[in-house]
């Protein structure tokens, strides 16, 4: 057969893409609440390619790692970025994913350390379209700084976080001396005054005579209206801050493509607050589709419709509240960090004798004492083993394994075994690695928790939309890790260097 003569132009690069991340958001939030949805969601669920099993393919399924993937495509063992915090053997301190000493906060509080992607060990799409057009705008947003830092990458025009203390939005001096002015002008507004005793009501409360979720009076309820970043107004204030970006940079109107990645972060301490069943979960999920709504809207009319490509995710889920699941008769146990590193730490001494045995750290997590190893002449491997046992002796445990098994690659071939290995980094990763049988849950009652390779962690929302996309339902199986070898082909620019993932080459226009 003759090829056709004239195939069918490619379809132009986008001006403007955003890549929206939602701070916990499982899979089954676009199902369960679709018939509350009427905005942004809406649009990309009737107008974008939905793959309806994607997943992380790591197992440390926590925010830091689930944003340092999505726009590399790489997984914790080549990223680097193996939890939030972890013990940095090199300093002796705990450091976060993008706690950097050497900087200073930029708009907030003077003189305070700031953050900056140095731990990030890899490229970004953002990085990928600076190096291959210095024109191209790269901006990052969300109220966390590791939520705006990670997936904006190393070479972005800045990255925006919320600092609690000052309630101004910052950034550090590794990306700039000065907020600009746009940014300045939203801080100037004071926004959050307004929210402080504003009680949260349903979305569709026709008036405020009912029950409220919560009423926002500061640091009485630690975790849940106690701050605004627990509040649907925090979700507000990142899209308010996302559109003065969008104008205040002119983005989608140079040259090039540019890139503002946004993260939702007050779904996530809603959702540790309460778990996954509690109508608050419900009530900003809505909130969200809406804000994603306006987002998008404001995107639309500053770079034009056809120019916007949108790519929707979650860097994790969520477990079910075990009393909740205990009622409806499924799994579902609390357990106790401290009893774990109790156990562990009792039979350190009873093999090997008294010492400082452990460092700080979390229960998948735990890292050895080395100069007590050292003082002691012992093998750490044999160390290992001890607090493994010791780890694998107690209640609701699936699996522990030891720095030794992953780095000699001796794991169970399975798809827990693989994960682990994913997520081990021989430098920074921790000497045990506990992890807990499904739906256990090494959190205090009532709320609930994320961070493991269980389906409620693992399965979460992947949207496309845009002209380059071919709209409709995607069923088969695909990771995260694919966003970002997809938006390289999409771009034409080069696939992020730590990139695992594949092109999504069936959604392609
Ligand atoms: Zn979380």
Redesign the pocket.
Same mark, same amino acid.
């Given at each position: 057969m003759e090829p056709a003569l004239s195939a069918a132009p490619p379809a132009r690069k986008p001006k403007l893409v955003i890549a929206i991340i939602v /701070?916990?958001f499982r899979y089954d939030y676009l199902l369960r609440f679709r018939d509350g949805y009427n905005a942004g969601l809406a649009r990309l669920l009737d107008n974008g390619a939905v793959f309806t099993d994607a997943h992380y393919p790591h197992a440390h399924l926590?925010?830091a790692v689930g944003h340092s993937t999505y726009m590399s495509g790489a997984p914790p063992s080549i990223s680097g970025i193996v939890a939030n915090e972890w013990w940095d053997r090199e300093t002796n301190q705990s450091v976060t994913s993008v706690s950097d000493p050497q900087t200073k906060s930029v708009g907030g509080i003077p003189g305070i350390a700031g953050s900056s992607p140095k731990r990030l060990l890899v490229s970004t799409i953002g990085d990928e379209l600076k190096m291959a057009d210095p024109a191209a705008h790269v901006i990052g947003i969300s109220i966390k700084d590791r939520a705006s830092i990670l997936p904006s990458g190393h070479m972005a025009d800045a990255a925006y976080w919320y600092d609690n203390d000052s309630n101004n939005w910052v950034t550090s001096d590794y990306y700039r001396a000065q907020l600009p002015e746009w940014a300045a002008a939203v801080n100037a507004k004071k926004t959050y005054r307004q929210f402080l005793g504003k009680s949260w009501f349903p979305f569709d409360a026709k008036d405020e005579s009912g029950q409220p979720f919560c009423t926002m009076v500061a640091g009485t309820e630690a975790r849940f209206c106690g701050n605004i970043e627990a509040t649907p107004w925090g979700n507000e204030m990142i899209e308010a801050f996302a559109e003065a970006a969008l104008a205040g940079e002119d983005l989608g109107r140079h040259r090039g493509t540019d890139l503002l990645t946004v993260s939702f972060s007050s779904n /996530?301490y809603v959702? $540790?607050a309460v778990g996954p069943d509690d109508p608050a979960v419900r009530d900003i999920s809505i909130r969200t589709d809406r804000l994603i709504g306006k987002l998008l809207a404001a995107a639309e009319q500053r770079a034009g419709q056809e120019n916007v490509l949108v790519v929707l995710s979650a860097d994790?889920g969520v477990a079910p509240s075990p009393e909740v699941n205990k009622a409806r008769k499924m799994p579902g146990e609390r357990l106790s960090d401290f009893a774990l590193t109790g156990a562990i730490n009792d039979s350190l001494i009873r093999k090997f004798g008294p010492g400082k045995w452990l460092m700080p750290g979390q229960p998948a997590m735990i890292y050895l004492n080395l100069e007590t190893i050292a003082q002691k002449k012992l093998d750490r491997s044999e160390v290992e083993r001890v607090a493994a046992d010791a780890a694998r002796a107690q209640p609701h445990i699936a699996r522990v394994y030891t720095r030794h098994d992953l780095a000699a690659g001796a794991v169970q071939q399975d798809a827990i075994g693989r994960a682990m290995m994913l997520g081990f980094n021989p430098e920074r990763s921790a000497d045990i690695f506990v992890l807990q049988e499904p739906y256990a849950l090494f959190e205090a009652a009532p709320g609930s928790? $994320?961070g493991t390779p269980y389906d409620y962690d693992t399965h979460v929302p992947l949207i496309f939309m845009g002209a380059q996309i071919k709209a409709g339902t995607y069923s088969q199986h695909v990771w995260v890790n694919d966003v970002a070898p997809t938006l390289a082909q999409i771009l034409g620019v080069e696939t992020p260097s730590g990139s695992i993932g594949r092109v999504l080459a069936e959604i392609l226009q």
């Open positions: /701070d916990q926590v925010t /996530d959702g $540790h994790h928790s $994320h």
